[in-house]
C-alpha cells in the first residue's frame, strides 16, 4: 500500500486554483468581476498575446486598503460575506475569496490601489504565490491589476492553452458580456495595445450594444420587457427578418451573469417559429431576473452552466417576452441576411 500524504501547501493551492484559473479569459472574467463588485464605473481591460503575456485592468472603483492588500491574496479571504447566512443572499458577483489567491498562484501579480482615505496608493507585488513586497505609488482612487505570465510556473497547464488569438477571442467574449451586463460602466477593451471599443455606460442598453456588436447588429433591435410576476425578462433581440447563420449572436444573461443556457435559448428560437427559416437564427441579448432562490448559479466555480427550479416556467416566460416584441408593428418577416 502507498502512503497516505497531505499534499504540501504550494501543491495544494496548485490544484484549487486550477478550479479557478483554467485560461486567460477566467482571469479576465474574475477581475472583471472584482472591479464590478467595487463600484467602478470606468473600467478597462488590455490583453497582450492573447493575455497570455499580461493582462491589465484598470478601474476606479473603491480601492483596497494597504492594510489589507495582501489578505485579498489569502484563499477564502473576501470583503463581500461574512457568514454562512450570507451564502443565502449574495448580492456581488464574488464572494468566494478565491480569484486573487488562485491567480497570484500561477502568475505574476501587481496591484496598484487606492482608497479614498489612503493618501498614497500603494504597490504590491506576489509571484506563483510568493509575497515579493510592498511600496508606495501614486494613482487616484481605484486598482490597477497587472498580471502577467500566467501559467510560468506551471508548464502542464500552459500547454492546454490554445493559440494566441483564441485566447485572446475567449477574453474578448469575457468583456463583451461584461458590458453587455452592465450597461452603466463604462468599459474599454485593448488587444495588444489597440483599442477595440468603448461603451458610453450611459445605462442603457442599446447604446452598449451598438459599442461592442456594432452598428449592423444594433440596427432595429427589437426592445423586450415581459415574462411573468416572478420572471422578468428585458432585452433587445434582432427582428426575424434580420436572421443570421449562427447562433453567435445569442446572449444570455440571469441574474446579472452570463450563462449558457439552452431553456432560454429554445424559448427565444421558439418565439420565433413560422417568421423565420429554418436554419436561420436570432441574435439576441436577454437577460432574466428571477428570485435567487429558483436558480442555482453555483454549480462550478468558473462555469457558466445554471440550473433553473423550473425550467418551464422560464421557458414560458422568455417565450411570452420575446412573442411580445416580434408582435410589434414593423418587425417583419425574414430577409435572409447573411451573418
Ligand atoms: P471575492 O471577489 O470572492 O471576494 P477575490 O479573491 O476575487 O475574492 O478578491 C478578494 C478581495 O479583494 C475582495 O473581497 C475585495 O475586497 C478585494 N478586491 C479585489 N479586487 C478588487 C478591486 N478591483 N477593487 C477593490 N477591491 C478589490
Ligand atoms: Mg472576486
Redesign the pocket.
Known amino acids: 500500500m502507498a502512503e497516505i500524504r497531505v499534499l504540501d501547501k504550494h501543491t495544494a493551492e496548485l490544484i484549487a486554483a486550477g478550479e479557478v484559473v483554467e485560461r486567460p479569459a477566467s482571469v479576465a472574467k474574475?477581475?472583471l468581476?472584482?472591479?464590478i463588485?467595487?463600484g467602478?464605473t470606468q473600467i478597462t481591460l488590455s490583453a497582450v498575446r492573447g493575455g497570455i503575456q499580461q493582462l491589465q485592468?484598470v478601474?476606479n472603483?473603491?480601492?483596497?486598503e494597504a492594510e489589507?492588500i495582501d489578505k485579498?491574496f489569502i484563499r477564502h479571504?473576501?470583503?463581500?460575506i461574512a457568514t454562512a447566512e450570507d451564502l443565502g443572499h449574495i448580492h456581488?458577483?464574488?464572494?468566494?475569496?478565491?480569484?486573487?489567491?488562485s491567480i497570484a498562484s500561477v502568475a505574476r501579480v501587481e496591484v496598484l490601489?487606492r482608497t479614498e482615505t489612503d493618501e498614497y496608493a500603494c504597490c504590491y507585488r506576489i509571484e506563483g504565490g510568493e509575497e515579493r513586497g510592498m511600496e508606495p505609488g501614486a494613482r487616484p482612487v481605484g486598482?490597477t491589476?497587472t498580471v502577467s505570465d500566467l501559467f510560468y510556473n506551471t508548464p502542464a497547464r500552459m500547454k492546454f492553452l490554445k493559440k494566441d488569438a483564441s485566447e485572446g477571442t475567449f477574453v474578448a467574449e469575457t468583456v463583451l458580456h461584461a458590458a453587455l451586463s452592465h450597461p452603466e460602466i463604462s468599459f474599454r477593451y485593448l488587444r495588444d495595445g489597440k483599442q477595440q471599443y468603448v461603451t458610453p455606460g450611459d445605462g442603457d442598453l442599446r447604446s452598449a450594444v451598438y459599442a461592442v456588436l456594432g452598428r449592423e447588429f444594433a440596427r432595429d433591435l427589437l426592445p423586450v420587457d415581459g415574462g411573468s410576476e416572478l420572471y422578468h425578462v428585458t432585452g433587445l433581440v434582432t427582428p426575424p427578418r434580420a436572421c443570421r447563420a449562427s447562433r453567435g449572436a445569442q446572449h444570455f444573461f440571469v441574474n446579472g451573469r452570463y450563462v449558457k443556457n439552452r431553456t432560454m435559448m429554445a424559448a427565444l428560437e421558439n418565439a420565433y417559429k413560422g417568421t423565420m427559416m429554418q436554419g436561420k437564427f436570432p441574435g439576441a441579448v436577454l437577460m432574466l431576473e428571477l428570485p435567487p432562490d429558483m436558480v442555482d448559479v453555483n454549480v462550478h466555480p468558473a462555469k457558466t452552466e445554471i440550473r433553473f427550479a423550473k425550467e418551464s416556467d422560464v421557458f414560458d416566460a422568455v417565450y411570452r417576452a420575446v412573442r411580445a416584441a416580434l408582435a410589434t408593428p414593423g418587425s417583419g418577416e425574414c430577409r435572409f441576411e447573411m451573418g
Open positions: 474574475e477581475l468581476e472584482n472591479a463588485d467595487a467602478a485592468i478601474d472603483g473603491s480601492g483596497i489589507y485579498a479571504a473576501t470583503s463581500k456581488t458577483l464574488g464572494f468566494r475569496g478565491e480569484a486573487l489567491a490601489t486598482t491589476i
